[in-house]
């Protein structure tokens, strides 16, 4: 992903996304953060104890730090690949 723009409180957009401004910055280079550019997954931040109730239902999640559900578990949306065309 290179580019998300999302309005703020007062309409302005703005573009979310932390990572290089094209695809080109992504190919065949070494970088410090190998999330730059990533979909985090089906949630952002920790789930405490990888657990959660939904209309009733406990849910347990998979524990990737420490004792906590992170940014969609131990396979993230990161480490999916896709076919670029």
């Known amino acids: 992903m290179t580019s998300l723009k999302?309005?703020?409180k007062h309409g302005v957009l703005g573009d979310i996304v932390l990572g290089f401004d094209d695809?080109?910055?992504y190919l065949g280079v070494t970088y410090e953060?190998?999330?730059f550019g990533a979909s985090i997954g089906?949630?952002?931040n920790r789930i405490a104890k990888g657990q959660f109730?939904?209309?009733g239902k406990?849910?347990?999640l998979s524990l990737n730090d420490g004792q906590n559900h992170l940014h969609g578990?131990?396979?993230g949306f990161d480490?999916?690949?896709s076919t670029m065309t």
């Open 42 to 44: 089906r949630t952002s």
């Open 53 to 55: 109730t939904l209309d």
């Open 73 to 75: 578990g131990i396979r």
């Open 58 to 60: 406990e849910y347990q």
């Open 79 to 81: 480490k999916v690949s």
């Open 33 to 35: 953060n190998p999330y």
């Open 6 to 8: 999302v309005s703020d």
């Open 23 to 25: 695809i080109e910055g």
